[in-house]
């Protein structure tokens, strides 16, 4: 159980192109849904927590207009990288807290993002 | 705000027993996690500990707090090549849902 997919797990686009990267809680119910972003050999970053039918709390210094995040029911999360440049290459992770275990979180496998 | 320290590197040998270690100073603490991390992949949740606990074993993993010195520790005994990976400390304070993360690990197990 606790299984959270991500998709698509890779993706190249263009320069001034936007993604957009899904994540869902297989076998849970996630009312609270949390977006990261990995550089090469560095720790996981909170870009935004994402909660189910209201607006996406983001962290200082992420852009919300640029990193839109849509948390569409319980299940699911999607986060839409908006005109995408290569500074924007990086690994997405996300992760679900289960509704019924709030002090456990399970991530999903992670999106690598390349901007060309 | 909240920081979260681990060593970068660690080596040992099959079949040694291995021991991250974490500091974080975050006094409100809940819940702390071990996480791993495999190449190109997520993030596996292995054990977590609530912040009233000393020490939890699951199978070979041992996790020891000692909140007084806001330090935890992982333990895998009986390390095997698949071990290896970098495994990420996180902790939860009061109020806060989301986990703040070390710096994360690197195991290397030779043979």
């Known amino acids: 159980g606790a299984v959270v997919s991500q998709h698509p797990s890779w993706v190249i686009c263009k320069s001034g192109t936007s993604v957009k990267i899904e994540c869902r809680s297989l076998d849970f119910q996630a009312t609270t849904m949390f977006w990261y972003r990995q550089f090469p050999k560095q720790s996981l970053m909170l870009m935004a927590t994402?909660?189910?039918?209201?607006?996406?709390?983001?962290e200082q210094g992420v852009e919300k207009d640029k990193f839109l995040i849509n948390h569409a029911s319980l299940t699911l999360s999607t986060l839409t990288v908006t005109s995408a440049h290569p500074e924007d290459s990086s690994f997405y992770i996300c992760s679900a807290r289960w509704t019924g275990k709030v002090h456990e979180q399970y991530f999903g496998p992670g999106t690598r993002l390349t901007v060309t | 705000g909240e920081d979260v320290e681990q060593s970068l590197f660690l080596s040992v040998r099959e079949g040694d027993s291995s021991v991250i270690n974490c500091t974080y100073t975050d006094s409100s603490s809940t819940y702390l996690y071990w996480y791993k991390q495999e190449p190109g992949a997520g993030l596996q949740l292995l054990t977590y500990?609530?912040?009233?606990?000393d020490m939890k074993q699951d199978q070979r993993l041992t996790v020891l707090l000692n909140k007084k010195d806001k330090h935890l520790s992982l333990r895998i005994a009986d390390t095997q090549t698949g071990d290896s990976a970098i495994y990420f400390c996180?902790?939860?304070?009061?109020?806060?849902?989301?986990?703040?993360f070390g710096s994360g690990t690197r195991l290397q197990v030779q043979p």
């Open positions: 500990i609530f912040s009233n606990m």
């Open positions: 994402s909660n189910e039918g209201s607006k996406a709390t983001y």
């Open positions: 996180a902790e939860k304070g009061v109020g806060r849902r989301a986990l703040t």
